[in-house]
């Protein structure tokens, strides 16, 4: 039975990857800073001692010190990492504060590097792993006022592409997936029709779409897909930009 860590797995993205985990016969540890016990209790009933929670604020040592520790003494490791956890934030560069520069930091780049430096020793000594970041088209190409999630995402494209030279040889993937505009908490209703009209689909993706890609590259389905960033964007990052 393979074991996976899925990070902000309370909603959007991360819990259509938890429940597409469970759904397919794996023991999912669900970290979050958010509790939500309904939710928890469902996935429980329905998936009985396969499913846990631990609220952890991936962004803080101390907390995935903590969350190393109490994955080993349930099940001593793990065996796929999905680093999902993250925030945005909107505003010109010269505008936004230092605070929210390095909470952003915090919660979308630093907490990759924390769940790596506690849980990439035990993957090492395995020698097998896999580990898929969700970074964003926004870290491939670049948005309107949106300055700090673009480094941020960015930065996780290329750390993607440095962990996958790094680790190959002990047998760890790594690799990321780069969603376009995903129907989560995280997008404006309000921008909906407008993303849906600038998409070669024409509509939005499903967290249920990134999950599945997840998936993939969290699997042997994928056992030759190292340093991917792969878009799930419906076409929208190859259009050249000339009108028709």
């Known amino acids: 039975m393979k074991r996976v860590l899925i990070t902000g797995a309370m909603s959007g993205i991360g819990l259509a990857a938890t429940k597409l985990f469970l759904e397919r016969n794996w023991y999912v540890f669900m970290a979050d800073k958010n509790e939500d016990p309904e939710i928890y209790n469902i996935l429980n009933q329905y998936y009985p001692d396969k499913v846990y929670f631990l609220k952890c604020d991936v962004s803080k040592d101390k907390d995935v010190k903590h969350l ?30 230092e605070k929210d520069w390095d909470e952003l ?38 948005d309107y006022q949106m300055p700090v999630y673009n480094a941020a995402k960015g930065a996780v494209v290329n750390l993607t592409r440095a962990m996958a030279l790094d680790y190959a040889k002990y047998n760890i ?56 960033n792969l878009p799930v964007t419906g076409g929208l990052d190859v259009h050249s930009g000339q009108p028709k």
């Not at 520790?69 to 505008?95: Q, Y």
């Not at 924390?114 to 035990?122: A, I, R």
């Open 173 to 228: 993937r790594v690799n990321s997936v780069c969603p376009g505009a995903t129907d989560t908490k995280m997008l404006n209703p309000d921008n909906i029709p407008k993303y849906a009209a600038a998409n070669p689909l024409k509509r939005i993706c499903e967290p249920v779409e990134v999950a599945k890609a997840i998936y993939f590259l969290s699997t042997d389905e994928s056992s030759y897909c190292n340093g991917v």
């Open 68 to 97: 190393h520790s109490k994955i080993f003494e349930t099940c001593n490791g793990i065996d796929s990492i999905i680093n999902n956890a993250g925030i945005i934030k909107h505003g010109l560069l010269h505008e936004t504060s």
């Open 105 to 142: 930091m915090a919660n979308d780049v630093k907490s990759i590097y924390l769940t790596s430096k506690y849980f990439l020793p035990d993957l090492i000594e395995n020698k097998y792993g896999t580990i898929v970041n969700t970074a964003s088209i926004s870290g491939i190409s670049a």
